[in-house]
Every structure is written in C-alpha cells, then in structure tokens.
C-alpha cells in the first residue's frame, strides 16, 4: 500500500511569508502528527490530528496552525515565516486505536531566506 | 521531565562488527518505546518496538532491542554491522494513553568503515 505522502519535497520562502505543507497518510490511519526536525533541536512534536480534530499539541507558537480533512489528508501551516523556522517537516501517520509506531513521510524541507 | 537520552552522538563501526546503541529515558511510568532509523534526506522508519512482555524484542533488518526496567534504558543491537546499516537513529518514547506524541532522542549517527 502505498506510503505517507509529503508535498511538496522542498521549498524556499522568505521571511515574512507563510507557508502550507500537505501530508496524505497511509489509506485508513486516522492519525496523522507533525514533527520539526533541525540540528540543533532535533525531533520536535508539532501536533496530532485525528477525525478532524487537534488531539495534541507541541510547544510551538501560534504561527505553527494544522487542519486534518475527512479523507485524513492533513495540512500545516506557518505563517510569518522566520529564520529560525527553516527545518525538515516530517508527517506521520498511524493506525487509531494503539501506539504501533508512526510511518514517517519523507518530510518537506523548508528553507527560510 | 520527560526526556530520551541518546549519550552517543556519533558512533563508528567497523563492517561485520557488533553494536550497540544506547538509549535512556525519563518518564512517569514505562512508555512505549521505540527505535526509528533516518537516511539522509529520508523520513525515519520504525525499526522496532516494544510495548510489553517479553524485554528483547526482535525487529527489521537484523536488529534487537532489550528493555530493562531497572535502568530505564532501551538499548538496541546488532551482531554483524552491514555498510548500509549506515545512518542516523533515533530512541523514542511514547504514552500508553493511546494518543501520538513521541519524544524523541536527538540521535546517534553511526558510520560503518569497509
């Protein structure tokens, strides 16, 4: 089956501007979470949708926004863009009822200018 | 605090040698636990996990993990190196609650000499 789905691969913004990413899970996972990854801080939990709705939520600011659809496709958004924001955004999925551990997206780098 | 303590941040190996990653964690009560590998450029593949039962549990492409509840620690193994096993891995934890929000170690990065 195929695998989860990150759009699109890389990306250039400037500062100021904002940004979507789209993640389309594995075909019948209801979960899907987002992660920063960067050297410095590593792998960061951004938020876990599931049914539509934000189950949890990392330690980012407000510029950091998701939305999961009911096909479970979900988005992120940042807005505002920063330096700082330049990362690999990894998307994972996962079946809804246990932790059987995330299949991972191949991530969309983000590079902020 | 809940962390995930990877103590090695680069490990070198020679190709047909055994290894050894180690992982710790700080956590409220046993969590799941996992081990994820990364290729560069690559999102992270689940290695293998453990949630209860038995502490050594067996994964992908040769790899073992055993858990010790008295050292809080996850550590994972495997017996022969191969030059593609070359890559970043990453320990991570997670609540038993049911919901998604791992915490992840910051990684060992393992280069595999010919």
């Known amino acids: 089956k195929a695998g989860v789905t990150q759009t699109p691969r890389y990306l250039i913004k400037t500062r100021g501007q904002q940004v979507t990413l789209s993640c389309s899970p594995i075909?019948?996972?209801?979960?899907v979470s987002w992660y920063q990854q960067t050297p410095g801080q590593g792998l960061q939990f951004l938020f876990e949708?599931?049914?539509?709705?934000?189950?949890n939520k990392g330690n980012f600011p407000g510029r950091f926004s998701g939305r999961q659809f009911s096909n479970s496709r979900s988005e992120m958004n940042v807005s505002t863009l920063e330096l700082g924001d330049s990362a690999l955004y990894l998307c994972a999925s996962a079946g809804e009822t246990s932790n059987y551990g995330y299949t991972f997206g191949s991530g969309t780098r983000l590079t902020v200018v | 605090a809940q962390s995930v303590t990877q103590p090695d941040i680069h490990i070198t190996v020679s190709e047909g040698a055994s290894l050894e990653l180690r992982c710790n964690y700080s956590?409220?009560?046993?969590?799941?636990l996992f081990w994820y590998v990364q290729s560069p450029g690559q999102g992270l593949q689940l290695l293998l996990k453990y949630f209860s039962g038995d502490t050594l549990v067996q994964g992908i492409k040769g790899f073992e993990a055993e858990f010790k509840r008295s050292q809080s620690s996850f550590n994972l193994r495997k017996p022969s190196v191969h030059w593609s096993d070359a890559a970043e891995y990453f320990c991570a934890v997670a609540p038993t609650s049911g919901t998604y929000k791992y915490i992840f170690g910051t990684g060992t990065r393992l280069k595999v000499l010919a």
């Open positions: 956590y409220g009560a046993t969590p799941y």
């Open positions: 075909s019948g996972h209801r979960s």
């Open positions: 949708y599931f049914s539509e709705t934000q189950r």
